[in-house]
Every structure is written in structure tokens, then in C-alpha cells.
């Protein structure tokens, strides 16, 4: 499968506990993003990595989340003293800067978390 | 920043029948639309999408239509079929810093009626 990959599919925590999950893009796609969804609502943006530097942060993105993409190819999202209210599915997709206007982005299964 | 309402959150069509689904947007300056599907379990699928000079386009069974002026933007679905329930969400791109920042609907889940 040459789709992007996240793992794992599925994490349940305990509030307080930090939880670090991983996305594989398509393998020629220099962009990354990360988005968050909640039940009944559309992906909401996070933040977006093109190669390996993060060029920006939504404000949604408080000083306990971080993300990494050190070689520019898979990314790790790490969510630390995890709160009830990070509860939700964290979806990751790539692209390719020269795909230009379209940007089509291609959106990976997603990692649901549920935190206790 | 961009602010994308989709509607309705829900319908139901009876199988055969034509879909609507209706979305609009507060940025002039977002330029690309693209329409995803989300089937249970799965990340989102773009099915089609639309480019701000562009006012329809149309694939087999499915048609977007856009609005500038009026910042609004349809998808159409005809003939549904069982395997056209799913989420389906507009979203509104517009370019930000060398990128095509993407904001998404609040989806619509059709429920087609055999």
C-alpha cells in the first residue's frame, strides 16, 4: 500500500499520560499536515510541515502538542499530559508542492484517541 | 481567518434520486475548492474539486457548482447509489505563505433509501 500510513489506529490513555503517534506520507510528497476531528465535524488544521521544517501552527495547537519531521519523510505528533478534551481522531495527509493550485491532499486513516 | 458552513448536516434520498449539498464561504480570497468523502473507519477521499475561475465542472455522477460572488459552492450527486452514504465535507483553500491552506465544512451524511 503506497498510501499514507498512521499508527497506531487506535490509543486509549489515561488523563496525565503523554501519547506520541506516527504518519508515513506518500513517499515523494514533500508537504505534510496534521489535522484533528472531533465527532460530527470537519478535520481541523493543525499544523504543516514542508520538507522537514514546520512553517506553521494553528492556534489550536497548544504548548503540549509538538510535532516533528526530522529527515522530511514521516512526522511524529506528541501530545503530552493528555487532557479529556484531546479526545478526537488525528488525521495526517501529504502533498506535492508541485501539484501547485490544486494541492490535492491525501489524508491517511487517522489515529483515534480516547483519553480516560 | 477562512469560515467554511456546510448544510444540511444530515438528508435522506431515496435510492435513484438527486443530492444537494450546499456550502459557503467567508475568504474572496480562497481560490481552489475541493470536495472530500469519509467513509467509516477512513480518512478523508478527495472526489472532486473546483478552481475559483472555473463556475462547473462535473464528474460521471457527481458536479460541483461555484459561486464567487456570492461565496457559495454546491455538490451534486445523482442517480445515488447505497455506496454514496458516507460523510461528505466542501472545504476552502486559499493560499497562505507558499501554501494552499485548506479549511473544512462540518460535513454532510446522506442516507440514501433503498
Known amino acids: 500500500d503506497t498510501g499514507v500510513s498512521q499508527n497506531p489506529r487506535h490509543k486509549i490513555t489515561k488523563r496525565g499520560q503523554n501519547v506520541t503517534f506516527r504518519c508515513d506520507p506518500i513517499?515523494?510528497?514533500?508537504?505534510l499536515y496534521w489535522y484533528r476531528q472531533t465527532l460530527g465535524q470537519g478535520p481541523e488544521f493543525l499544523t504543516y510541515f514542508q520538507n522537514e521544517a514546520q512553517l506553521e501552527k494553528s492556534r489550536l495547537l497548544s504548548d503540549r502538542f509538538s510535532a516533528e519531521r526530522p529527515k522530511g519523510s514521516f512526522s511524529t505528533l506528541e501530545i503530552q499530559r493528555t487532557e479529556q478534551g484531546d479526545s478526537a481522531m488525528y488525521l495526517c495527509?501529504?502533498?506535492?508542492?508541485?501539484?501547485?493550485?490544486?494541492?490535492?491532499?491525501?489524508f491517511g486513516p487517522g489515529t483515534r484517541l480516547t483519553v480516560l | 481567518g477562512e469560515n467554511v458552513e456546510q448544510h444540511p448536516s444530515t438528508l435522506s434520498v431515496q435510492e435513484g434520486d438527486s443530492a444537494v449539498i450546499k456550502c459557503t464561504y467567508s475568504?474572496?480570497?480562497?481560490?481552489?475548492f475541493p470536495w472530500y468523502k469519509q467513509e467509516l473507519g477512513k480518512g478523508p477521499q478527495l472526489i472532486i474539486d473546483?478552481?475559483?475561475?472555473?463556475g462547473e465542472k462535473k464528474d460521471q455522477r457527481i458536479a460541483v457548482t461555484l459561486n464567487k460572488t456570492a461565496k457559495h459552492f454546491s455538490l451534486h450527486i445523482t442517480e445515488t447509489q447505497p455506496e454514496d452514504s458516507a460523510v461528505y465535507f466542501c472545504a476552502a483553500s486559499n493560499p497562505q505563505g507558499g501554501y494552499q491552506k485548506v479549511t473544512f465544512g462540518t460535513g454532510t451524511k446522506p442516507h440514501v433509501i433503498p
Open positions: 513517499s515523494e510528497h514533500n508537504r
Open positions: 495527509a501529504s502533498s506535492l508542492r508541485s501539484q501547485g493550485l490544486r494541492n490535492e491532499q491525501f
Open positions: 475568504d474572496s480570497a480562497s481560490n481552489y
Open positions: 473546483i478552481r475559483s475561475n472555473v
